[in-house]
């Protein structure tokens, strides 16, 4: 069974730093381009961040850029997303998420098998 579970979401302080891990059971995930994405309150889903399958080229959405560094350890079979500079306006449950590819356009990203989220308060 194809399975992803994210983790290390939580609440952190405005300029906080958080890193989310998303790990793979079922398959090997570095044959796969993987995405982040987030839902805010009240919003819809949206990309953030994405690595690549065969070449591990990374794309960020404008609003992390800088911020947010996505990575991913193949002998973990795990992709993380270290989150710095955390402003409120990035709360949101987070999601990692296959995708069938990555590309610059990171608001246009879609997922295949998702994991169940972890949620991201940024709040002093």
């Known amino acids: 069974q194809l399975q992803l579970v994210e983790s290390g979401g939580g609440l952190v302080q405005p300029g906080g730093s958080l890193r989310l891990s998303c790990v793979a059971s079922g398959f090997t995930l570095h044959y796969y381009p993987i995405g982040w994405f987030r839902q805010a309150p009240g919003k819809g889903r949206e990309g953030v961040s994405c690595i690549g399958g065969s070449n591990d080229s990374t794309y960020y959405a404008d609003s992390v850029k800088g911020r947010f560094t996505i990575s991913r350890d193949n002998a973990k079979n795990t992709v993380y997303l270290q989150m710095n500079s955390l402003e409120s306006e990035d709360t949101a449950v987070y999601y990692c998420?296959?995708?069938?590819?990555?590309?610059?356009?990171?608001?246009?990203?879609?997922?295949?098998?998702w994991g169940q989220g972890t949620e991201v308060t940024v709040s002093s």
């Open positions: 998420a296959t995708s069938r590819y990555c590309s610059p356009n990171v608001r246009a990203l879609t997922g295949d098998v």
